[in-house]
């Protein structure tokens, strides 16, 4: 006999069907109309000229746009070591049996996860800050007055610069997954590793970190994600300058819609972000599960 509390799947499309309506209006419906706005010259007016695939084939051939994406790909490869890198070190740290304090370690390491991007941004152009900033007030204590210098300014470093904060921000957040991950796992596969010999750094590398591959990729994806379209910070901090040195795609992309008024290509500069995102992730995807079957 048929149990009459087991949901049928009218209910359970019932039940999925308010969350995949507002999912698709705020995720797909967006991606459609950008795609379309990016078939013409539009400056945000009444008018639209239909111009085909122009603004699609300029993209590719925009060096401004390459490079704002070659300073997404250094946020990239910088906070995929410095977030997920730290956070797997202070995993590891936390989870070693003279690690005290353990939660408190936790929460205060996630703390910088819930502040705005805005305030982390305006917090480090402050440390950063030619007169009064932390940098170099602490230079000038130290008698190394010869090397302050305004350091939002050098385009040298200034994409260095703007990555550090998103370090800071996010190793915790990174820290908390990993953390979760390593707990799930069976403790008795890390006291026979003990026993056989593993224990450090060993231990970390050679059991922990082959057993949470997948939340590792799952990281790396999101820290992809998170980069491509990074634009708090940068513009809090400077705005993408000096002049383009510091932009990023996200910005390049606000800037050709809303400041030169070029709607239809700033859709298409959208859609290509949103191209080379899902590439670089695919790529991403293939070359772990590459690797994880060559170990297997």
């Keep these: 006999m048929k149990n009459r509390l087991t949901p049928g799947p009218v209910t359970f499309a019932l039940y999925i069907l308010p969350s995949f309506l507002l999912y698709t209006f705020v995720v797909f419906v967006p991606i459609l109309v950008a795609a379309y706005y990016g078939f013409f010259n539009w400056s945000g007016g009444t008018t639209k000229e239909f111009i085909g695939f122009e603004n699609y084939v300029t993209l590719m051939t925009d ?33 070693s049996r003279v690690a005290k304090m353990k939660s408190l370690h936790r929460v205060v390491s996630f703390f910088p996860s819930v502040l705005s991007a805005v305030v982390i941004g305006f917090i480090w152009s402050m440390i950063y800050d030619y007169n009064y900033g932390l940098i170099n007030t602490l230079l000038k204590t130290a008698g190394l007055k010869d090397k302050v210098q305004p350091w939002l300014s050098n385009d040298k470093i200034v994409v260095l610069l703007v990555t550090i904060p998103l370090i800071w921000q996010y190793v915790g957040y990174y820290l908390i997954i990993i953390v979760s991950s390593i707990a799930s796992v069976d403790t008795s596969i890390f006291e026979m590793a003990e026993i056989d010999g593993a224990t450090g750094w060993k231990k970390a590398i050679y059991i922990t970190l082959p057993l949470i591959k997948n939340t590792i990729t799952v990281c790396i994806t999101l820290c992809i994600a998170g980069n ?28 050709t819609s809303f400041t030169s008024q070029k709607m239809g290509y700033g859709s298409a500069v959208s859609i290509g972000i949103l191209v080379i995102s899902l590439l670089f992730v695919g790529v991403i995807r293939f070359v772990m599960n590459k690797i994880t079957k060559e170990k297997e």
């Design 228 to 255: 491509m379209k990074a634009f708090d910070h940068i513009w809090t901090l400077t705005g993408g300058g000096p002049g383009t040195a510091s932009e990023v795609v996200a910005l390049y992309a606000y800037k």
């Design 63 to 95: 060096q401004r746009f390459w490079k704002a994406l070659g300073n997404n790909l250094f946020l990239i490869v910088f906070c995929a070591i410095g977030q997920i890198g730290l956070a797997f070190i202070f995993a590891m740290l936390l989870e």
